[in-house]
């Protein structure tokens, strides 16, 4: 299995509408696409009030081709997104059950 993360830093002062976004808009169509095992939502901490995340667990790295393409290193935009986010970065993990 694969584990994809992806953070966000919001531009100042568009946390919450990042926010509605990320729970109305992105988060419910990831979990229906095929080969996704689970979707973690991570909101800001008081630490990083700016800061999201989204952890994927996809069956394998075919899926997560399927849905992304060839170049899983570039997180993708959305439209709708691309006006709130300051920064956004994604990394990959083989699956280690301990």
């Not at 946390?15 to 976004?21: A, I, L, N, T, Y």
């Not at 399927?66 to 997104?81: K, Q, Y």
């Amino acid at each position: 299995m694969i584990i994809r993360i992806f953070q966000v830093v919001t531009r100042p002062g568009k946390e919450e509408e990042f926010g509605k976004f990320f729970n109305e808009t992105a988060i419910p169509p990831m979990k229906e696409t095929k080969g996704i095992v689970q979707v973690i939502p991570g909101a800001p901490h008081a630490d990083t009030p700016r800061e999201f995340s989204l952890v994927m667990v996809r069956e394998d790295l075919e899926f997560l081709i399927a849905f992304v393409g060839d170049e899983i290193s570039s997180p993708h935009i959305d439209s709708g997104e691309a006006e709130l986010v300051e920064s956004r970065s994604i990394n990959h993990y083989e699956f280690v059950d301990s």
